[in-house]
T-cell receptor, first 115, second 113 residues
Framework: QKEVEQDPGPLSVPEGAIVSLNCTYSNSAFQYFMWYRQYSRKGPELLMYTYSSGNKEDGRFTAQVDKSSKYISLFIRDSQPSDSATYLCAMSANAGGTSYGKLTFGQGTILTVHP | DAGVIQSPRHEVTEMGQEVTLRCKPISGHNSLFWYRQTMMRGLELLIYFNNNVPIDDSGMPEDRFSAKMPNASFSTLKIQPSEPRDSAVYFC???????????FGPGTRLTVL
């Protein structure tokens, strides 16, 4: 079993829809949770960063962490065609420190928002 | 800042040839990561360095793969000899000290015929 599980999709939604992307994990030591967005033929870029449980909002994006269930989510409101990309969850046990910034990534979910 | 720089952006080679991929991390970052991405396996961590020292190379698939970081501003990933199953996009990423946010380069798309 992988440490981080993410449904690869693909997920196709109409413009304006609310999108929910999810990851589950097995390592209870994970405390820092990230979402990366990767456009076609580009490198992943950091989209959201959260620490421990709770919600964090940034514009149309909301990241949610439930450590008790080992489950994280990314919600996209009023989705746009420009949101079409692969979304990867990532997590770490500590910020830098002995892991030197190593992250454990999910498989990535391919999202298409059609007009 | 120019971000992480990788070269070449595309590489097409024949089976058995040596391939060298290059990476320049963001200035001041002290951790560097090499990844391979395929549709089947997603993003796989191959090896990472901290302060130019290899920390964990358990993700390197075979002895045909090797990586070096001779100084803080340069790293190479070498495949010798290359095989068709090595075809993938290879990413380099760097991270500043005390942080776990990684900054990725644009990747090198490798095709081995």
């Amino acid at each position: 079993q992988k440490e981080v599980e993410q449904d690869p999709g693909p997920l196709s939604v109409p413009e304006g829809a609310i999108v929910s992307l999810n990851c589950t994990y097995s390592n209870s030591a994970f405390q820092y949770f990230m979402w990366y967005r990767q456009y076609s033929r580009k490198g992943p870029e950091l989209l959201m960063y959260t620490y421990s449980s709770g919600n964090k909002e940034d514009g149309r994006f909301t990241a949610q962490v439930d450590k008790s269930s080992k489950y994280i989510s990314l919600f996209i409101r009023d989705s746009q065609p420009s949101d079409s990309a692969t979304y990867l969850c990532a997590m770490s046990a500590n910020a830098g420190g002995t892991s030197y910034g190593k992250l454990t990534f999910g498989q990535g979910t391919i999202l298409t928002v059609h007009p | 800042d120019a971000g992480v720089i990788q070269s070449p952006r595309h590489e097409v080679t024949e089976m058995g040839q040596e391939v060298t991929l290059r990476c320049k991390p963001i200035s001041g970052h002290n951790s560097l990561f090499w990844y391979r991405q395929t549709m089947m396996r997603g993003l796989e961590l191959l090896i990472y360095f901290n302060n130019n020292v290899p920390i964990d190379d358990s993700g390197m698939p075979e002895d045909r793969f090797s990586a070096k970081m001779p100084n803080a501003s340069f790293s190479t990933l070498k495949i010798q000899p290359s095989e068709p199953r090595d075809s993938a996009v290879y990413f380099c990423a760097s991270s500043p000290a005390g942080a776990d946010t990684q900054y990725f380069g644009p990747g090198t798309r490798l095709t081995v015929l």
